[in-house]
Nanobody
Framework: QVPFVESGGDTVQPGGSLTLSCAASGSLFGLLAMGWYRQAPGKQRELVAALSNYGAVVNYTDSVKGRFTISRDNAKKTAFLQMNNLKLEDTAVYYC????????????????WGQGTQVTVSS
């Protein structure tokens, strides 16, 4: 597992857009699937989007389909989450992590997480 630094969170109005970044270190980044997760107050952390190591396979939770786009730049060891048409229910702390595809989809086997980045959607 590779430590991550998430950034890009902010407070936006409904309908607004944000792009989150996830900077990784270590040499395994390009070999692993990436996932973006979020945790809202009082709720469990959930998978938002997942992307395979070379970007061929992608998975989104239903609530963000058509609004969010996950991408990665393996040369820069960075993953991104473009979020459009943000809704009040998107308010959460957003995290990234990486591992085998099954681990990323499950999201419960990771030993460590970054500090996350706060996204607040408020009118």
């Amino acid at each position: 597992q590779v430590p991550f630094v998430e950034s890009g969170g902010d407070t936006v109005q409904p309908g607004g857009s944000l792009t989150l970044s996830c900077a990784a270190s270590g040499s395994l980044f390009g070999l692993l699937a990436m996932g973006w997760y979020r945790q809202a107050p009082g709720k469990q952390r959930e998978l938002v989007a997942a992307l395979s190591n070379y970007g061929a396979v992608v998975n989104y939770t239903d609530s963000v389909k058509g609004r969010f786009t996950i991408s990665r730049d393996n040369a820069k060891k960075t993953a991104f989450l473009q979020m459009n048409n943000l809704k009040l229910e998107d308010t959460a702390v957003y995290y990234c992590n990486s591992g085998r595809w099954e681990e990323v989809l499950n999201g419960k086997s990771f030993d460590s997480w970054g500090q996350g980045t706060q996204v607040t959607v408020s009118s």
